[in-house]
């Protein structure tokens, strides 16, 4: 680990370099013969949950509990993804129990049941609680008073009063049961909390003689967790009024994992006794790293995994508990968690092309956000990858896999912000129909349009007037669409003038609003940033910002912009943005169709800064689709996204240039564009980094 803690404080450093890209002068052939120097990156949070989907069968996303990863336009930037010491140690505790978990057999399910008054009993004897605890104990009284105690633990108020911390064996889904009644005269109040949260809360009004049992799924890690049962009624020393009679915990009740249990046993398949261990040891370890650091295993790389069944079995361990030890020092590698690329000549400014093996790792990382599978390491072992024919027969084949869905959900989701939809709070007292589901519903639908395009290989424009979209009951009836039932999202081909096209989505409208209003401002930024890639300048301090009592002043949001417009120093952004915005005012906050601004009458005209006007998001989306520089913007994302950097005007303009022309000629398909891409200097190509100039 130490070693992993050098090189990753290499990566930083590298990731900090401060490099400035220099015009080509010191490339032969000039600036459109650069491909750039792309920084040493690690596996962002994505990339690192799909490969380990891919190489231990999780599909536990186990990088969502890391930090989230620092951002530039895209989150695979090499410059911005710095190593932490707390990233180090999530490493390590992370592939330690996905190793487990993948190659350990499946745990046996438990079913523990615990008698309420034997647990008090337990927990607190001679009826007092142990010193520091957070419970109060209580007798195992009834709530009339001098009845003779019973089986089950009568207990009042807002204290914790069953407390259990059970041993999970394993990840998975699991069954908290709790039989409960009424034990006094109001109903009572039920509330289970696992490790402090509560996961069920619910009146209880069964009868002592016929209690009902609450059974709870909670699906939670292998290892110790707190369950408690709690009575939520406050200020009620008058009445004992929930009883317990006992808690039951049931699991895991997991499916079946065919690819744990295929890996698992391909993994073993050598026996150490019959084939020897250093035989067998060699062999799993080699076959694992190879896939992992997704290239040939040097034999010096290969001992060190050896190693550690060595001393596995120094320590009177077996060699399955070896073998794990070697998958998790695979998994602690530079080598996997970074996507390291070994030039001969490190420092020269010469562009030259990438290694098969590494190119194997571009493209499937950016097609998949994932590591190559053994068809296309193969293909780069033999040497065939870098022949143009042979890289498109792989870059299509990558495409027509469901694994390029990472182009919708990773890409797609960046390049269209719609992973700020997570965090958008519209006010509930403005908007009181919205909540988490319609919040999904919405990310669904857009999601699923865009799969749609790369699935039936449409034009990319098309994204801004398309007649059809992904509703459930539940969107169409915030949009006002009927004849939708149930809550799965389903394609559905538009009818209404209103909605069409990525405009009209309540993803996009609701992530480019303020909490209790709509914001021109960030709807034309929006359209600015993501279609036309001209980033209007940062606001200057100290500008006052648009009244939030917009029905207050009498006047329409609109006129507030437009007044707020002649302050001098905020024209010249807003004069940008600001009309653009103005066409989606037909739609509120969180994207429903309205007429009126309150009592006011909207008016949704607006015009580019070329002149160009346009009355309401439709022909908005018209105006935008014969703009051709859509086109060119959607290159720019894709390309910066693929290479992992931000993209230089003077060195990167010209592969933008074909880019933009190859996606005209081809229909602007963006599977298409993607082939585009892998094609370029700047995807199969590199150079050491140029002279620092500060």
Known sequence: MRALAIIASFAVLVSCEGTIQVPGTLINGGPCADPGHVTLRRLNRVEYNHTMRDLLGDTTSPANTFPPDPSASFDNNGDVLAMSALLLELYESTASRVVDAALLPPAAPISQRYDARALHAAMCPGGTAPPGSDYTCFGPVNSTAGTPPTATLDIWEHDYYLDKLEAFPADGDYLLSVRVFQAGA????????????????????????????ITVPVTVAAGNHRIQIRNPNSARAYDRD????????????????????????????????????????????????????????????LDALVA???????????????????????LTSAEFLFKTEHDAEPDSVAAHPVSDVELATRLSYFLWASTPDDELLRAAEQGTLSDPASLEIQARRLLADPRSDALVEVFAAQWLKLRTLNPASPALDVYPGFDGALKT??????????????????????????????????????????????????????????????LTHGSILTLTSVPNRTSPVKRGKWV?????????????????????????????????????????????????????????????????WR??????????????????TFD???????????????????????????????????????????????????????????????????????????????
């Not at 809360?201 to 209690?211: F, G, I, K």
């Not at 060119?632 to 693929?642: E, F, G, N, V």
């Not at 993209?647 to 564009?673: F, I, P, S, V, W």
């Open 186 to 213: 109001v109903v009572a109040k039920l509330n289970v909390l696992l490790d402090g949260k509560v996961v069920h809360q619910s009146d209880v009004t069964a009868a002592r003689a016929s209690p009902a049992t």
């Open 242 to 301: 929930l009883g317990v009679d006992f808690l039951k915990v049931e699991g895991p009740n997991n499916p079946p994992n065919p690819a744990r249990e295929a890996l698992r046993t391909r993994t073993f398949a050598c026996n150490p006794v019959t084939e020897g261990e250093d035989v067998c040891a060699r062999k799993i370890l080699g076959e694992f790293a190879h896939r992992a650091y997704r290239r040939p295993v040097t034999e010096d790389e």
């Open 308 to 330: 550690m069944v060595t001393l596995a079995k120094a320590q009177g361990d077996d060699f399955q508990t070896g073998i794990r030890l070697g998958f998790k020092r695979a």
């Open 441 to 502: 519903a919405m990310r669904d639908e857009t999601l699923l349009f865009m799969r749609s395009f790369i699935r039936e290989d449409r034009s990319a424009l098309e994204l801004l007037d398309a007649r059809h979209t992904f509703l459930n009951e539940r969107l169409a009836g915030h949009y006002g669409i009927s004849g939708i039932t149930g809550p799965a999202m389903q394609r559905v081909e538009l009818t209404t003038p209103q909605r069409g096209g990525l």
């Open 528 to 592: 600015l940033d993501q279609l036309l890639c001209q980033e209007p300048p940062p606001p200057p301090p100290n500008v006052p910002g648009l009244p939030e009592g917009v029905d207050a002043t009498g006047k329409t949001l609109r006129q507030l912009a437009e007044a707020h417009r002649t302050n001098v120093a905020c024209s010249g952004c807003h004069v940008q943005m600001d009309p653009i915005g103005f066409s989606l005012e037909h739609f509120d906050g969180v994207g429903h």
């Open 595 to 612: 007429d009126k601004d309150g009592t006011l009458t909207i008016d949704a005209t607006g015009g580019l800064p070329d002149g160009r």
């Open 616 to 694: 309401g998001a439709g022909e908005l989306s018209k105006v935008l689709k014969d703009d051709a520089r859509v086109p060119r913007c959607i290159s720019r994302k894709m390309l910066t996204y693929a290479i992992g950097r931000e993209l230089n005007n003077a060195t990167d303009g010209c592969a933008l240039d074909t880019l933009t022309e190859q996606m005209t000629k081809n229909g602007n398909r963006l599977t298409e564009l993607a082939l585009q891409v892998v094609k370029t200097r700047q995807f199969s190509q590199r150079r050491g980094a140029l002279p620092v100039t500060r």
